[in-house]
């Protein structure tokens, strides 16, 4: 066991490795419609952190950053980015997938009552 998570485990107080552990709970059943909406959220919410940490990145660059551009570098860059712009995601530290998850499933669950209300028509003759 790790020096962390001894801590970890003798004061109830979060690691720096529990800071970035995806989500956990009913949401993240695996199969589960509400499992892929949460998914779908997250993926989106990963991609608008990705393209702002590239947008950051790149003013950074035109101010003349500590380190020369090279391709390698801006490779490095942009999966550093990717990876921690999922794990972020996943942690709904920006609050994204949340938002537009609660927003899905109440819109979802509307529209499922307003189906149930209407009456069927059948189309036989």
């Not at 004061?11 to 589960?32: I, M, Q, Y």
């Not at 779908?40 to 380190?67: N, P, W, Y």
Request: charged letters at 20%; proline letters at 5%; a positive charge.
């Amino acid at each position: 066991m790790s020096v962390t998570t001894q801590l970890t485990a003798a004061n109830g107080v979060a690691g720096p490795s529990d800071a970035l552990a995806p989500l956990s709970g009913p949401r993240a059943t695996a199969g589960s419609r509400e499992a892929k909406l949460w998914q779908g959220c997250c993926q989106f919410e990963a991609v608008f952190i990705s393209q702002m940490l590239k947008e950051m990145r790149r003013t950074a660059d035109d101010q003349g950053g500590v380190m020369p551009a090279s391709p390698g570098r801006r490779m490095m860059q942009s999966m550093m980015d990717e990876n921690l712009s999922q794990r972020l995601a996943e942690r709904g530290s920006a609050g994204i997938a949340g938002r537009l998850y609660s927003d899905f499933r109440r819109q979802a669950a509307s529209t499922l009552e307003q189906m149930a209300s209407q009456p069927r028509v059948s189309m036989a003759a």
